[in-house]
């Protein structure tokens, strides 16, 4: 089996700052994902990537970059901390993106901005 | 475009007791049906997906799904559940034609083993 190791676990920052997540995956994953979780409203998805090098925005990439250097890692930054950003930060990897694959998440990172 | 509604956002259950938490989607084809389990601090893990045949599906640790077509549901049960169930569950849908990256979460339903 493989894991996903997300860090850090807990990333506070001042309002404006700009805040860096990193993932890495050891399943060989082609795909990798970042989604939001924020209480009572579900998943969403803010950035994906198919390949090494590739990027895809998601429905929320406002206010976010990602990178993908690596097929083993994805990053998330945070381009200017605000106090409504406060959430948990989940990655996922799945073997590719067809449909119906299922998607192995991190533990999550959570954000607190003050 | 797609959508998931768990309708009840925290369910409390006697240990020892049945369990379903339910789960209704929108979407004009048939699609992927999924539910991950997330236990407290950690990631989401799958318990069970279905794309066709019996519209029972098996998971893991006694969990099952029926996917009701008529209905649009895909509820997930499990006959006796332990105080370990304790967690929050999603329901998700993915349309078969597009990629997994339109994998559609609903907002989740919190578990509660009462002792």
């Not at chain 2, 789960?23 to 601090?41: D, E, H, I």
């Not at chain 2, 599906?57 to 549901?73: L, R």
Request: overall charge positive.
């Amino acid at each position: 089996g493989g894991i996903i190791t997300q860090t850090p676990k807990f990333l506070i920052g001042q309002e404006g700052q700009k805040l860096t997540l990193k993932c890495q995956q050891n399943f060989n994953h082609d795909t990798m994902y970042w989604y939001r979780q924020d209480s009572g409203k579900g998943l969403r998805l803010i950035y994906y990537s198919i390949t090494e090098n590739d990027l895809q925005k998601g429905d929320l990439s406002e206010g976010y970059d990602a990178s993908r250097e690596k097929k083993s890692s994805f990053s998330l930054t945070v381009t200017s901390a605000q106090k409504n950003e406060m959430a948990v930060f989940l990655c996922a990897s799945s073997i590719d993106r067809v449909s119906g694959n299922t998607l192995y998440f991190g533990e999550g990172s959570r954000l607190i901005v003050v | 475009a797609q959508s998931v509604t768990q309708p009840d956002a925290r369910v409390t259950v006697s240990e020892g007791a049945s369990l379903q938490l339910r789960c209704k989607y929108s979407y004009s084809g048939t699609p992927y049906l999924f539910w991950y389990v997330q236990y407290p601090r950690q990631g989401l893990q799958l318990l069970l997906k279905y794309y066709s045949g019996d519209p029972v599906v098996q998971g893991v640790n006694g969990f099952e799904a029926e996917f009701i077509k008529s209905n649009s549901s895909f509820h997930l049960r499990k006959a006796s559940v332990h105080w370990s169930d304790s967690a929050v569950y999603f329901c998700a849908v993915s349309p078969i034609t597009e990629g997994a990256d339109r994998l559609t979460f609903g907002k989740g339903t919190q578990l509660i083993i009462q002792p």
